[in-house]
């Protein structure tokens, strides 16, 4: 099972909004509402942004969205804010016996 | 508060069995799914495989012939063993929490580095 495939890297202003892609296949992304986006500050634990595709959990911001279209998830960041730098990562779950991660985008705030 | 935390040894040989702990407070873990997720220094995740509190478990196919995740229900651990293990297998090492087989990990381990050099 490859990984998911997203930018290696993406960019935006403080304000703007940004999104990042995550593709797969119709053996992951396109065939279950199971894709979740991590979070990663350098150093430190990965943390839990969106799940079951577009669920916020309690305490991240309203300014963090997904979605997902065919094979392909995206996660839309709107109101970029400096905290918001760092790498993110989307999950899928992929059959009972596999799960695959994508290869992580760097968000750069400008 | 679900909390977890890693523990092992931080450095083993080539072809040697990496082993590590990880431990369960603030919770049973007498339910959910325990899993494992690898880093290498640089790189992206990797999802190792999970054990269930039954003791059922599922692991990446990549890495099925080396790995086993076991469970102690008495002491709230459950433990990760990748053997033959080469270079390749340098990682920070999580502990991580899913609710159900299917689903995302929302309880992560800070983490534990593990470097395989002679």
């Known amino acids: 099972q490859s990984a998911l495939t997203q930018p290696r890297s993406v960019s935006g202003s403080p304000g703007q909004s940004v999104t990042i892609s995550c593709t797969g296949t119709?053996?992951?992304?396109?065939?279950?509402?199971?894709v979740s986006w991590y979070q990663q500050h350098p150093g430190k634990v990965p943390k839990l942004m969106i799940y079951d595709v577009s669920k916020r959990p309690s305490g991240v911001p309203d300014r963090f969205s997904g979605s997902k279209s065919g094979n392909t998830a995206s996660l839309t960041i709107s109101g970029l804010q400096a905290e918001d730098e760092a790498d993110y990562y989307c999950?899928?779950?992929?059959?009972?016996?596999?799960?695959?991660f994508g290869g992580g985008t760097k968000l750069t705030v400008l | 508060q679900v909390q977890l935390q890693e523990s092992g040894p931080g450095l083993v040989k080539p072809s040697e069995t990496l082993s590590l702990t990880c431990t369960v407070s603030g919770g049973s873990i007498t339910s959910y799914y325990w899993n494992w997720i690898r880093q290498p220094p640089g790189k992206g995740l990797e999802w190792i495989g999970y054990?269930?509190?039954?003791?059922?478990?599922n692991y990446n196919p990549a890495l099925k012939s080396r790995v086993t995740i076991s469970l102690d229900t008495s002491k709230n651990q459950f433990s990760l063993k990748v053997s033959s293990v080469t270079a390749a297998d340098t990682a920070v090492y999580y502990c991580a929490r899913s609710v159900q087989m299917w689903s995302h990990f929302d309880f992560w381990g800070q983490g534990t580095l593990v470097t395989v050099s002679s």
């Open positions: 054990i269930y509190y039954t003791g059922s478990t």
């Open positions: 999950y899928s779950f992929a059959d009972i016996y596999t799960r695959v």
């Open positions: 119709i053996n992951d992304i396109g065939g279950y509402n199971y």
